[in-house]
């Protein structure tokens, strides 16, 4: 299975072995659904993706021939409502993220 050395190394205590089990679990169920969260529920799991950096990844984000994801911006909602678009918590040098 793909690890991204960035998520499990600071996101997921490594000895926490039923959390990974369980990840391992939800990433088989996913890989043999048909649900249109498919690739958004891989995304997070895989990449430890924050929901509004999803949500901000457009076409230009996606670099299919090195297999990775640009990390730029994050979406979330204002108390009025409306969509309040920022740069992401994690001010890293590199924003690409490696994806299998």
């Known amino acids: 299975m793909f690890q991204n050395e960035y998520y499990f190394s600071k996101a997921v205590d490594k000895n926490n072995?039923?959390?990974?089990?369980?990840?391992v679990e939800v990433i088989d169920k996913l890989l043999y659904t048909d649900s249109k969260w498919k690739l958004?529920?891989?995304?997070?799991?895989?990449?430890?993706?924050?929901?509004?950096e999803l949500i901000a990844l457009d076409e230009d984000d996606?670099?299919?021939?090195?297999?990775r994801?640009?990390?730029?911006?994050?979406i979330s909602s204002t108390k009025n409502g409306q969509a309040d678009i920022t740069d992401t918590k994690n001010k890293a040098p590199n924003d690409y993220v490696d994806m299998p």
């Open 40 to 52: 958004f529920f891989l995304r997070a799991i895989m990449g430890g993706f924050r929901r509004g």
């Open 69 to 74: 994801l640009r990390i730029d911006e994050s």
């Open 17 to 23: 072995s039923a959390c990974l089990k369980d990840a």
């Open 62 to 67: 996606c670099d299919f021939e090195n297999s």
